[in-house]
């Protein structure tokens, strides 16, 4: 069974920054692609990056795309959102998936707030 622990969350100015890590284990890491979701209070889960199996395709979406960058380590088990000039609005829970062929992992939110 895959576990998926994410942390890195945390407090922080506007304009400050932070990097959240999603890291597995009990499978092979290579063999999924690796999403980044937020959830704000009153809103839905959405995704804000993406990366492939090898980290040769990334996917920033809007409004994060030239602030946040997503990376990822397969010889250390880890995925990576690096999170620049954060601000309010990116206040949410933050959550890592696994994706493979016909199944998924979620990892435990992780909580980012950043003050105004």
């Known amino acids: 069974q895959v576990q998926v622990m994410v942390s890195g969350g945390g407090l922080v100015q506007a304009g400050g920054s932070l990097r959240l890590s999603c890291a597995a284990s009990g499978g092979d890491f290579s063999d999924f692609a690796v999403g980044w979701y937020r959830q704000a209070v009153g809103m839905q889960r959405v995704l804000v990056a993406a990366i492939s199996t090898t980290g040769g395709s990334t996917s920033v979406k809007d409004p994060v795309k030239d602030r946040f960058t997503i990376s990822r380590d397969n010889a250390k088990n880890t995925a990576y959102l690096q999170m620049n000039d954060l601000k309010p609005e990116d206040t949410a829970v933050y959550y890592c998936?696994?994706?493979?062929?016909?199944?998924?992992?979620w990892g435990q939110g992780t909580q980012v707030t950043v003050s105004s």
């Open positions: 998936r696994l994706n493979g062929d016909n199944v998924h992992y």
